[in-house]
């Protein structure tokens, strides 16, 4: 607990291996803590049947490729063998149930508070990503309804809502894709604020990383970018979506204004009984292990210039989505940003 390392990662996921990956290749003194007991970050949470968006070619981390799968995009089992893998491969120095509640920093010096201990580092980088912090809007009545409700952060598998009436709400990804797979085993009404936008059959994500990296080109060239020709937000056509538009099941019922004890007021006054509420809201960041070295927003952000605090020196944060770079939370987006924090460390531990 008395060595000072050069780097402590802050979470072990997909971004905290490829962060592992350019400090080993470094040569740095570096250390690796997650709470977690086992390899896989926030895929071991994901629901059964969750898929890459993009095929295994454009899916893989800094230096060692995943294995091509026999379906076209690999499934969550396989994205958690792989990191299991990788981190086995380049012998990645990791400790395991180490949960951090808070850091400190004294004399240039982070001092990162844990259940097992305090750890000593001259830099941090924070990769918890978003899984820890999942959001539900606070809307009229939520308290009042009787029913089951669950976030998608936590929603498995369709087997638990046989049989019981369910809403989903949220138009992006996660709603189109438990929408798809509930339905098949009980009624289901989809809950959208926006009608929503369905990407063409052929369009995966690498194609989106292309148009998030074209953007990203764009403003560090200062040039204009015509955000009008894509939507990053538009829900990819993974086969069993587009299996649900074959079965009529992807149409949105609108929004709701309040809950009541037995389900949903709908925005023309109309109330409908639920069993249970699917709540796919999005997250925030679960970055609250910072709030003692960086003033963090309702949603868990602070000012970084791309992953580098502008408030604290020698803190970076990754893979947190395009607030800390382009594409940054994706396997196929987060190399660029991983490698680009791992050089700006070099150069401030050499300064």
Same mark, same amino acid.
Request: charged share 20%; net charge neutral; hydrophobic share 35%.
């Given at each position: 607990?008395?060595?000072?390392?050069?780097?402590?990662?802050?979470?072990?996921?997909?971004?905290?291996?490829?962060?592992?990956?350019?400090?080993?290749?470094?040569?740095?003194?570096?250390?690796?803590?997650?709470?977690?007991?086992?390899?896989?970050?926030?895929?071991?949470?994901?629901?059964?049947?969750? $898929?890459?968006? &993009?095929?295994?070619?454009?899916?893989?981390? %800094?230096?060692? @490729?995943?294995? *091509?799968?026999?379906? #076209? +995009?690999?499934?969550?089992?396989?994205?958690?063998?792989?990191?299991?893998?990788?981190?086995?491969?380049?012998?990645?120095?990791?400790?395991?149930?180490?949960?951090?509640?808070?850091?400190?920093?004294?004399?240039?010096?982070?001092?990162?508070?844990?259940?097992?201990?305090?750890?000593?580092?001259? $830099?941090?980088? &924070?990769?918890?990503?978003?899984?820890?912090? %999942?959001?539900? @809007?606070?809307? *009229?009545?939520?308290? #009042? +309804?009787?029913?089951?409700?669950?976030?998608?952060?936590?929603?498995?598998?369709?087997?638990?809502?046989?049989?019981?009436?369910?809403?989903?709400?949220?138009?992006?990804?996660?709603?189109?894709?438990?929408?798809?797979?509930?339905?098949?085993?009980?009624?289901?009404?989809?809950?959208?604020?926006?009608?929503?936008?369905?990407?063409?059959?052929?369009?995966?994500?690498?194609y989106l990383f292309n148009v998030a990296s074209a953007r990203y080109r764009a403003e560090k060239e200062g040039r204009p970018f015509d955000a009008s020709a894509y939507n990053l937000g538009n829900i990819v056509m993974v086969p069993p979506v587009?299996?649900?538009?074959?079965?009529?099941?992807?149409?949105?019922?609108?929004?709701?204004?309040?809950?009541?004890?037995?389900?949903?007021?709908?925005?023309?006054?109309?109330?409908?009984?639920?069993?249970?509420?699917?709540?796919?809201?999005?997250?925030?960041?679960?970055?609250?292990?910072?709030?003692?070295?960086?003033?963090?927003?309702?949603?868990?952000?602070?000012?970084?210039?791309?992953?580098?605090?502008?408030?604290?020196?020698?803190?970076?944060?990754?893979?947190?989505?395009?607030?800390?770079?382009?594409?940054?939370?994706?396997?196929?987006?987060?190399?660029?940003?991983?490698?680009?924090?791992?050089?700006?460390?070099?150069?401030?531990?050499?300064?």
């Amino acid at each position: 607990m008395d060595k000072i390392f050069d780097t402590i990662v802050i979470g072990v996921g997909q971004s905290g291996l490829a962060c592992g990956y350019y400090l080993r290749k470094a040569k740095l003194k570096f250390l690796l803590l997650d709470k977690q007991s086992e390899p896989g970050g926030a895929w071991l949470h994901a629901w059964d049947s969750l $898929t890459l968006f &993009s095929p295994a070619d454009y899916s893989s981390l %800094p230096g060692w @490729p995943m294995p *091509k799968t026999e379906q #076209k +995009f690999p499934l969550r089992l396989q994205v958690v063998d792989y990191l299991m893998k990788y981190e086995q491969h380049y012998q990645l120095p990791i400790q395991r149930g180490v949960e951090v509640t808070h850091i400190l920093k004294d004399n240039g010096i982070f001092h990162i508070h844990t259940s097992k201990g305090i750890f000593q580092a001259k $830099t941090v980088i &924070s990769a918890t990503g978003t899984w820890g912090n %999942p959001y539900i @809007p606070n809307i *009229k009545g939520i308290d #009042k +309804f009787s029913g089951i409700q669950l976030h998608s952060a936590h929603y498995k598998s369709p087997d638990n809502f046989k049989g019981l009436k369910t809403l989903v709400v949220g138009e992006g990804n996660s709603g189109a894709q438990i929408v798809a797979e509930v339905s098949k085993v009980t009624e289901v009404k989809w809950s959208t604020k926006k009608e929503p936008q369905f990407l063409p059959d052929d369009v995966d994500g690498y194609y989106l990383f292309n148009v998030a990296s074209a953007r990203y080109r764009a403003e560090k060239e200062g040039r204009p970018f015509d955000a009008s020709a894509y939507n990053l937000g538009n829900i990819v056509m993974v086969p069993p979506v587009k299996e649900a538009r074959e079965r009529g099941v992807l149409t949105s019922s609108g929004s709701f204004t309040e809950l009541y004890d037995q389900g949903v007021i709908w925005e023309n006054g109309q109330q409908e009984q639920f069993d249970t509420i699917i709540w796919c809201t999005g997250f925030g960041y679960d970055t609250k292990h910072l709030r003692t070295v960086v003033t963090l927003d309702e949603r868990g952000s602070t000012e970084t210039i791309e992953s580098k605090s502008t408030t604290t020196d020698g803190l970076w944060l990754v893979g947190y989505g395009n607030w800390t770079g382009y594409a940054s939370a994706t396997l196929i987006g987060l190399n660029r940003s991983t490698k680009q924090t791992v050089q700006e460390i070099e150069f401030f531990l050499n300064s």
